[in-house]
């Protein structure tokens, strides 16, 4: 289970963005939200464009990474087009 997540020059996300599942604020209305004390469930909504399936697909991809589900030789194709970083 994430704590937080954090990322950065990945698809459309040139600046840092974070979410961190510890801030459970006032989540008494919804305890099914929450698990071991973290934010278990969460919903994220928005604007057609603005990142919500890339945000998800960072998440995928870390936990495909950390569990070698899947390399990436080449990484050029998940960075943001506007960065001028290689990694």
Not at 20 to 45: H, P, R
């Amino acid at each position: 289970m994430f704590k937080s997540f954090s990322v950065e020059n990945y698809k459309n996300f040139l600046d840092p963005i974070k979410f961190d599942f510890t801030q459970v604020g006032k989540y008494k209305f919804n305890e099914d939200c929450l698990s071991q004390g973290y934010l278990g469930k969460a919903l994220i909504y928005g604007r057609n464009g603005t990142g919500k399936t890339n945000l998800g697909k960072a998440m995928i991809d870390i936990y495909k990474l950390l569990f070698s589900l899947r390399s990436h030789p080449n990484q050029e194709w998940i960075l943001n087009a506007q960065s001028e970083k290689e990694t």
